[in-house]
């Protein structure tokens, strides 16, 4: 398919298909949030066999090792200001090239993102998970929580998956992922052609 502050409670999924009542929980884990992996997150968590990592920004001087861990592909959801400040756009478009890093430039707000911010980074990420069978894509945040977990849910549900299916995959893999409501409206309505992003 092809498309033109919450609670953190359950939230319907809009179009999963599995009829009213169908709900995911949006999980939260202990403590605060704090920038890049740690606080129990882990650095990168692998989603099943769909190719897709979702994860915290790298921390310094590791990014040139992320080829190792099997990432060709980098999608940052960091925003303009957290990237820039922080260096790793740049670092991640050294290492693996310009046309291997996609940005959503993203502010982790809790309210609806709109698709001129991270459609093209989704689009992306499906064509080259689609085109390129040794292609393995990492998309990152600051913490992996929110942003990216979003961006993994819209990638998976544009390469064919139900909402249950991304839902139930992102969540299942990426400890301490929450799929914020107002974020997954968004990438249904954008699935469904009611939101639309510049070409």
């Avoid at 080829?67 to 940052?76: F, K, L, Q, Y």
């Avoid at 693996?96 to 001129?116: E, I, S, T, Y």
């Avoid at 990492?138 to 544009?158: E, K, Q, W």
């Avoid at 991304?166 to 400890?175: D, E, F, K, N």
Wanted: hydrophobic content about 45%; some cysteine; glycine content about 14%.
């Amino acid at each position: 398919m092809r498309p033109g502050g919450d609670d953190g409670g359950a939230v319907d999924i809009p179009g999963s298909g599995s009829g009213p009542g169908w709900r995911v929980r949006a999980f939260r884990a202990p403590g605060p949030v704090t920038p890049g992996p740690g606080a129990g997150v882990a650095s990168l968590s692998w989603i099943g066999g769909e190719r897709i990592a979702v994860g915290g920004v790298p921390a310094a001087g590791s990014i040139a090792g992320l080829a190792s861990r099997g990432v060709t592909h980098v999608v940052n959801c960091r925003s303009r200001e957290e990237a820039l400040l922080g260096g790793d756009l740049a670092a991640e478009r050294a290492a693996f090239g310009v046309a291997r890093v996609a940005h959503a430039p993203m502010r982790d707000l809790g309210w609806g993102q709109r698709p001129r911010l991270w459609a093209r980074a989704v689009l992306f990420a499906a064509g080259v998970l689609d085109d390129q069978l040794e292609a393995r894509v990492l998309i990152h945040c600051t913490a992996g929580r929110r942003r990216s977990p979003m961006i993994a849910y819209a990638v998976l549900r544009l390469r064919g998956r139900t909402a249950s299916e991304a839902a139930s995959l992102v969540l299942s893999y990426r400890t301490g992922a929450q799929l914020v409501p107002a974020y997954i409206r968004s990438v249904e309505r954008w699935l469904a052609g009611e939101l639309t992003a510049p070409p």
